[in-house]
Each structure stands twice: as structure tokens, then as C-alpha cells.
């Protein structure tokens, strides 16, 4: 397949999972990863997919907004490498909080569909200009 159309096809994927995050539903959310998913972050480091859970159930983490466009796939075998840039908004610890981060999910075509195995999250820094 050739990368516009696996680009069309992730972006559906990306969607659900934005959607299902969004939810703020960890049944949802599961739909969309595999077993072992981590989150990778500048602030957190590597969070395990169930601090990740924690933090939505404990009411600390939620998410009003995401999306994300999805500029490049790579896929190599079961494995696929998606980059994009995304944004979100909702709220961190009772604070407002907004996110424009440049996004790196790997997946895994398992159980006959894509799910995502990491997330790897970095912040968009304007770079003045000379």
C-alpha cells in the first residue's frame, strides 16, 4: 500500500483513539491499545499504560480536545510507525492545560486490527527567528 493511502488509514485509527481519549473512558481507551501500551513523555518519562489509567480514574487527568494529523506511516511487517502532530485540551491536576506536541505511535496489527503499543509525545518549540 502506498504511503497517502496508509496515511488515509491511520488517520482513521487516530481518530478512534483521539475519540476514545477524549472519552476519558478506560474501557474505551483499551479498544485502542495493546496490553503493554506505554505512554513516553518529557515530563512523566515512561508512564505505565496503569499510572496512565490511575490518573484518569482518580479524576487528576482529562481530556476535552484531541486531534491529531497524521504526516508519515512506516509499516514494517506487523509494525507501523506513525508521525504526526497533534493537540489537546482539557485539564491537569483541576488546571487548564493545551498541548501542541509533534506524536509518535507505534502499533501492532494484532487480533486482526492495528492497536498501538507506545505513544511518545514531544512538545512543539518555536525556534526564534534569525
Known amino acids: 500500500m502506498e504511503e497517502k493511502e496508509l496515511i488515509k488509514q491511520f488517520q482513521i485509527?487516530?481518530?478512534?483513539?483521539?475519540?476514545?481519549?477524549?472519552?476519558?473512558?478506560?474501557?474505551?481507551i483499551k479498544k485502542c491499545i495493546t496490553q503493554d501500551w506505554v505512554l513516553v513523555d518529557t515530563q512523566g518519562g515512561?508512564?505505565?499504560?496503569?499510572?496512565?489509567?490511575d490518573v484518569?480514574?482518580?479524576?487528576?487527568?482529562?481530556?476535552?480536545?484531541m486531534t491529531k494529523q497524521v504526516l508519515r506511516v512506516k509499516v514494517y511487517g506487523d509494525i507501523a510507525l506513525v508521525t504526526g502532530r497533534g493537540q489537546n485540551s482539557?485539564?491537569?491536576?483541576?488546571?487548564?492545560m493545551?498541548?501542541?506536541?509533534?506524536?509518535?505511535?507505534?502499533?501492532?496489527?494484532?487480533?486482526?486490527?492495528?492497536?498501538?503499543?507506545?505513544?511518545?509525545?514531544?512538545?512543539?518549540?518555536t525556534m526564534p527567528i534569525l
Open 13 to 28: 485509527i487516530e481518530n478512534d483513539f483521539n475519540t476514545a481519549v477524549v472519552s476519558n473512558d478506560i474501557v474505551q
Open 46 to 53: 515512561i508512564i505505565p499504560q496503569q499510572r496512565f489509567f
Open 56 to 65: 484518569l480514574e482518580q479524576g487528576q487527568l482529562s481530556h476535552t480536545t
Open 90 to 96: 482539557g485539564f491537569w491536576q483541576g488546571n487548564p
Open 98 to 125: 493545551e498541548a501542541d506536541e509533534w506524536i509518535t505511535d507505534v502499533y501492532k496489527f494484532e487480533d486482526n486490527q492495528w492497536l498501538c503499543v507506545l505513544t511518545h509525545l514531544t512538545p512543539v518549540k
